[in-house]
């Protein structure tokens, strides 16, 4: 039986990690945690019986324990709590849900402590990939993709390892806006951008993918996954979101992974890589899709993935700043305290403002993330 541990199970992605737990009932859940819905932790902990939990105020974490005291499960809170449910003993796998920088720490944690990482949080690779994937490598442990178009490449290389990657098609679905023009895209409504026409997501992921600075963060985290150049990154706009991405190796071949628009199907992967389980739910029908088509990404209208694609070359300490800038411009946007093209102008502002630090460690990515939030506050 497969023990795992949980960063971020209130959420969408951990939400759908503990269906495809409930779905199999083979794998052991030692440990969760959360952020502030403790109403939701509480019942999975009743459901899953974890031996630890953690949530992020200690003040919730005392409700908690109020709350569950018929049980023998232990509450945590905080940054400590975090890194104990990512090393917690018994789990050999960690599933990274959280959404934020807030992950980095703890997933360093539980790579040193020789856990397998099902990554969903995109913050960890975008910030401090080059410290990461060697860590991983040396501690042997395995980076597991669950971002769908980062598992599509992972399983077009199944068998593959030895051959050279000559280019990673990543596709994106263009997201609600696709088509618009930039003027267009300014006044657009929180609602507008909520609406993703394939995924149902958390909220942040959903205006990255609105403005395409998600597609831009998997630029950058499959850089690290896969050990490729940026020019051998090519963004393909596929709107269906029915091929999750390709590869195309020397030979001129490209292999695709194709499926229905869920992320069981990767989280699942993830889990029990490299076998392939039963996983219900609709199948592809492509008589009834009939045709699958192809864009150019329209890098002069969304620009939050040209500036990625900046920051990446940039490298060093520049993603971060590009993340962090994204991060708490997006809170704006949903705060309605600005408009959805100024999350482009402050990204801008906050690249043009910092002097590169070329390989930071993780205080100076943290501080480089603090920086950033403190000029935006100053400013807006
Ligand atoms: P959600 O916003 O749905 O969930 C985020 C989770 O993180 C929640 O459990 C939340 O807890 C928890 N959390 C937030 N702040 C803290 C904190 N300070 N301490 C501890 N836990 C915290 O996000 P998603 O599930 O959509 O995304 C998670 C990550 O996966 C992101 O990095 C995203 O980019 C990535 N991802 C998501 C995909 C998707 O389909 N959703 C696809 C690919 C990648 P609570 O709700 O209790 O406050
Ligand atoms: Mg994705």
Not at 9 to 15: A, D, E, F, L, R
Not at 307 to 324: H, K, L, Q
């Amino acid at each position: 039986m497969k023990t795992i541990a949980i960063l971020g199970s209130t959420g969408s992605i951990g939400t759908q990690t503990l269906e495809v737990v409930r779905a199999n009932g083979d794998i052991r859940v030692a440990a969760l945690s959360a952020g502030r819905n403790i109403a939701l932790l509480e019942q999975q902990i009743r459901e899953f019986r974890p031996r630890l939990a953690c949530v992020w105020e200690e003040e919730d974490a005392k409700t908690l324990r109020t709350k569950l005291a018929d049980l023998s499960v232990e509450i945590l809170s905080g940054m400590e709590g975090l890194k104990a449910v990512a090393v917690c003993e018994e789990a050999s796998i960690l599933v990274t849900a959280v959404v934020g920088m807030i992950g980095i720490v703890p997933t360093i944690e539980a790579i040193k402590a020789g856990k397998d990482i099902a990554l969903a949080n995109k913050e960890t690779l975008v910030t401090a990939g080059h410290l990461i994937m060697p860590l991983a490598a040396r501690c042997g442990v395995k980076i597991l993709p669950v971002d769908s178009e980062h598992s599509a490449i992972f399983q077009c290389l199944n068998g593959e390892r030895q051959n050279k990657i000559d280019k990673i098609l990543l596709t994106a679905s263009g997201g609600p806006f696709r088509g618009r023009s930039y003027e267009k895209l300014k006044n657009v409504r929180v609602e507008d951008a909520l609406k993703h026409p394939n995924w149902a997501m958390g909220q942040k992921i959903t205006i990255d993918s609105a403005s395409m600075v998600n597609k831009g963060l998997e630029v950058m985290e499959a850089r690290w996954l896969f050990d490729v150049s940026l020019d051998q990154i090519q963004v393909v706009v596929q709107p269906q979101s029915i091929i999750h991405s390709m590869v195309q190796f020397a030979d001129g071949a490209v292999i695709a992974q194709m499926g229905t628009p869920d992320m069981k199907l990767p989280i699942q992967y993830a889990l029990y890589y490299p076998e392939r389980r039963l996983l219900a739910g609709e199948r592809l029908d492509f008589a009834k899709l009939g045709s699958i088509t192809f864009e150019k990404p329209a890098l002069d209208t969304f620009l939050g993935l040209s500036y990625a694609f900046e920051a990446a070359r940039i490298g060093g300490s520049m993603p971060t700043v590009f993340n962090a800038a994204n991060e708490r411009a997006v809170s704006l946007f949903l705060h309605r305290q600005i408009g959805f093209t100024d999350i482009y102008a402050i990204i801008r502002d906050c690249m043009d403002h910092h002097t590169v630090i070329s390989d930071p460690d993780v205080t100076q990515i943290l501080d480089t993330e603090q920086s950033v939030y403190e000029r935006i506050e100053a400013r807006f």
